[in-house]
T-cell receptor, first 108, second 115 residues
Framework: GIQVEQSPPDLILQEGANSTLRCNFS?????LQWFHQNPWGQLINLFY???GTKQNGRLSATTVATERYSLLYISSSQTTDSGVYFC??????????FGTGTRLKVLA | DGGITQSPKYLFRKEGQNVTLSCEQN?????MYWYRQDPGQGLRLIYY???????QKGDIAEGYSVSREKKESFPLTVTSAQKNPTAFYLC??????????????FGEGSWLTVV
């Protein structure tokens, strides 16, 4: 099956800093999503982005499907950005496979 | 408001007991899913259902059972055969389409602890 790797596994930032999170996947995918899991466990949709680039406020994401990776950019980070960021991919089988996540802590 | 409702939020189970976690959605989604998350880990797929009265095993189905009698509901039973059931359980749903994509939405999760 598809393997999903995320890097870095852990990240500590000072408030206001920018960061880039990476998601590599081992095979072609039809769908890719980025999620933020808050400290209470809730998974929040950030982007549905099987290819191309999208932006939403301070967050943006780019997926290069031909090279099998996706990037999530966080600009001007805030303490509320803390949590775990997951990417998940689906090859068209209805089975989203999750990466192990990047744990982000933003310090005030 | 539309969404996915999971209950209970917290559940304690004695060893040897079966427990059922509820998942209800009013998003009119066709597909529903159950994932398990262990502390500090990613999500692993337990079962999924693409349509009423049909479901398939995910990667870690042993010790779990599901039913899909209604489009809105996809309950998960954690049986006594599941040797290490203490975890966070997440229900999700979506309606894959060629035009709108395959965005998946999650409930708030249920914490199960074996005592």
């Amino acid at each position: 099956g598809i393997q999903v790797e995320q890097s870095p596994p852990d990240l500590i930032l000072q408030e206001g800093a920018n960061s880039t999170l990476r998601c590599n996947f081992s095979d072609s995918v039809n769908n890719l999503q980025w999620f933020h899991q808050n400290p209470w466990g809730q998974l929040i949709n950030l982007f549905y982005i099987p290819s191309g680039t999208k932006q939403n406020g301070r967050l943006s994401a780019t997926t290069v499907a031909t090279e099998r990776y996706s990037l999530l950019y966080i600009s001007s980070s805030q303490t509320t950005d803390s949590g775990v960021y997951f990417c998940a991919v689906d090859s068209g089988t209805y089975k989203y496979i999750f990466g192990t996540g990047t744990r982000l802590k933003v310090l005030a | 408001d539309g969404g996915i409702t999971q209950s209970p939020k917290y559940l304690f189970r004695k060893e040897g007991q079966n427990v059922t976690l509820s998942c209800e959605q009013n998003l009119n989604h066709d597909a529903m899913y159950w994932y398990r998350q262990d502390p500090g880990q990613g999500l692993r797929l337990i079962y999924y259902s693409q349509i009423v009265n049909d479901f398939q095993k995910g990667d870690i189905a042993e010790g779990y059972s599901v039913s899909r009698e209604k489009k809105e509901s996809f309950p998960l039973t954690v049986t006594s055969a599941q040797k290490n059931p203490t975890a966070f359980y997440l229900c999700a749903s979506n309606t894959p389409t060629w035009t709108s994509g395959n965005t998946i939405y999650f409930g708030e999760g249920s914490w199960l602890t074996v005592v």
